[in-house]
């Protein structure tokens, strides 16, 4: 009996189709045409117009990390914080400076290392202190404080530059940083005072460090978020050029400079390239936009239009083995800050997040319009809850008339709650009669979206036996 070996002449034909290219193409850049799969001359400005736009979308939607944190740091040089000088809000956060979602419940203090000028630097950590340290782009480095290794009693933290090889004394907790910026935020349960007593220098002035200035930003105009036009490449090759190539991983550096933007050479798209970049940057906002109010990954449903910050429980993005690209895009698109601990929210300790952009019926918050959340009694937080809400389109605090803290909190001692202990809070342009204390103010002409915070959420909350409910039009 024979048998029959290779492929049928059907099996080639069929192959031979599969693997060769029309003469004309339908694409989303203009028609393409090829001679027997070489592109034709007229064609060819289309074609690579076309990869230059995926290669600046792909850049847009990976690179929003490093351009968040170049955009923060201009934002605070503006206001001379750097070096000494440590940047705090007091009395806390509130809507004349543009800054991704930050609460209105918390003092911040912040600031960014140089650890190229200054070479390992030293962090004293306060007593009873939260704060973190992310590199350049936006990835973990350290925590400090109760999540940190000294617990809650304060300790002395010393950040080591890449590629540094001197000596490096005992006595500290140690970190190398893959990146020469980096990024303090802090905070202190004790507020203000507690928070300055936070020190940092560099080690080599340990033995009589200079004292830190603290520049208070409350109440002051700056901005601190990312470009979302051409501006947004020229910010991420400033990041770029700052640090060594071993500071990004081999994938990212390649889509950067298959646009021109390579450490040590001048980032100098001609006109053709910067129309291009520019389309790519808005193309790439508004993708960034869909996955931040509409992600369609099921893990970041919470219930009903309630969504998950944090999906795959890693603060590094993954799961099983595979960068979620979405996620990382969606978090740094609306918030900042990286890590573990608000991956990993624990039950009594830290705080969980969740926000929406849609009513009851689905239909997008509406400035214009008047909104009732009702929060039922019992709502486990060990601490206290919130509600924050923030524009659209900046993903900052939103600016209102009548204050420039658009937030309801348990803790404030305004709410009014219902004979039976749960809550009705109040979202529009104007407060319904007799409910100005439950009420924050929109803008006509403008969304919104908020974030529910519980602060040390309990186990209701996590096992879902306690719900929020929906946002229902009046």
Known sequence: MSETRGSTPEQMRATIESISTP?????????????????????????????????????FLNCV??????????????????????????????????????N????????????????????EAPPRSMCVIDDFWFRYVADMGIPGPDQGAGGKYLFVPPGYTGDLPDGYFTYHSATYTDWVVLRALGGVPELQRTRIYPLSEASDPPVNEWIDFAQTPFNTVHANDVSFFYEVDELVQEEPVTAL???RAGQLAAIGIVHGKPFAPDDRLRAVLDKAARVGAGLSRAIAFTPRDEETVLYGSWRNLFVGGSYEFLRDGARLLDAR??????????????AHAVAGAGSAYTYTVHDANGDILDGARTYRLHVDAEPPAKNFWAVDIYDTQTRSLLQVPDTLWPAVASNSGDLVANDDGSW?????????????S????????????????LYGPLDPW??????????EPI
């Open 104 to 123: 209105t419940e918390t003092t911040y203090g912040t600031t960014f290392l140089d650890l190229k000028a200054w070479g390992p630097t030293v962090i």
């Open 249 to 251: 991983d081999p994938e």
């Open 438 to 453: 439950n009420w924050v103010q929109t803008v006509p002409g403008k969304s919104w979206f908020p974030l529910f915070r």
């Open 462 to 471: 996590f096992d879902q036996t306690w719900k929020l409910n929906e946002f």
């Open 329 to 342: 895009t969606r978090f740094h698109y609306i918030a900042t800050v990286i890590t573990p601990a608000m």
């Open 23 to 59: 003469d004309v193409i339908d694409s989303p850049f203009g028609v393409l045409k090829f001679f027997d799969g070489v592109p034709l001359p007229e064609s060819l400005d289309t074609l690579y117009d076309g990869l230059d736009l995926l290669r600046g979308i792909d850049v």
């Open 424 to 436: 009705d809070l109040y979202f529009g342009p104007q407060a319904p009669t007799g409910k100005e």
């Open 65 to 102: 990390p490093g351009a968040s944190l170049v955009a923060f740091r201009a934002g605070l040089r503006s206001l001379g914080i750097g070096g000494y000088a440590i940047g705090f809000s007091d009395p806390r956060a509130d809507s004349r400076g543009i800054a991704l979602t930050p």
